[in-house]
């Protein structure tokens, strides 16, 4: 390939166009179109690589891509109905374009429909930037309590925090959550609730107020079984758990 003749702009049109075409339906010819184009990037990348050039061909790719796939915004948890369900279409975009923006990850990790290859290579990434990454995204938006599990066992305190929040999270990792005792990034929780507070960072605040906790972690919770927060971070989450078992 000659990278002189290969324009950029042109190519990343091109790519977005095929993407959306690809996304129309299941047609061989389209997802041959698909890969073809991201092979080409690919090559031209590499070639740009081995040469010592720079290039932003991919640049807030993650703001083109997230509508297509997943029917919203970047950084939306809430995807359309119309979300991509795709393995081959998610799978060439994790292969060729999350490998070389990471912001890719975590719009593929919000997509509620990944092969089960996928939602595991995913999770197996460390990629984070200031309030959100790859497995605080998964955290939040699967439902595979082994996954779930997982990420609550490796992730670090905002990936908890995350697990914490979802509510097909199993009780009895809940439980395990509860005993937590950092609070997440305070970028985090403020672009999740819309402020700082002195309890909502703590998972033991997500446990309190999930719908999944079991009666026995909720009763740890106001019986000051666990290791303390600080009284006032304590005494809010003691009325939500205790909201919870109706004694309030």
């Known amino acids: 390939m000659n990278i002189e003749e290969f324009e950029e702009e042109v190519e990343r049109e091109r790519l977005i166009e095929l993407l959306e075409l690809a996304t ?13 184009q991201l092979k080409r990037i690919d090559s031209y990348l590499q070639q740009m690589e081995d040469e010592g050039e720079d290039s932003e061909f ?7 891509i997230s509508p297509i796939l997943n029917g919203v915004e970047f950084r939306t948890d809430e995807v359309s109905e119309d979300a991509i369900k795709s393995p ?3 799978s060439m975009v994790e292969k060729y374009v999350a490998s070389r923006d990471e912001n890719v990850e975590v719009v593929l990790a919000t997509n509620p429909h990944l092969s089960e290859e996928l939602k595991w290579s995913l999770a197996a990434s460390e990629y984070e930037w200031e ?3 790859t497995r605080e995204a998964l955290a939040r938006n699967q439902d595979d309590p082994k996954l779930l599990e997982y990420l609550a066992d490796v992730g670090n305190v905002n ?4 697990v914490a929040l979802n509510t097909l999270t199993p009780a009895s990792v809940l439980d395990r959550l509860a005993e937590e005792t950092e609070q997440c990034n305070f970028q985090m929780e403020e672009c999740l609730f819309g402020e700082l507070s002195t309890f909502r960072g703590y998972a033991r605040w997500c446990v309190a107020q999930n719908p999944n906790t079991d009666t026995a972690t909720l009763q740890r919770i106001i019986g000051n079984q666990l290791v303390s927060l600080g009284a006032e971070a304590d005494g809010v989450i003691a ?10």
């Open 239 to 248: 009325q939500v758990a205790k909201t919870r078992l109706g004694l309030i």
């Open 131 to 133: 309030e959100d990454g």
């Open 24 to 36: 129309l339906g299941s047609e061989n010819l389209n997802l041959k179109k698909l890969e073809k």
């Open 88 to 90: 081959e279409i998610l």
């Open 159 to 162: 990936v908890k925090h995350q």
């Open 58 to 64: 991919y640049v807030d790719i993650a703001f083109d």
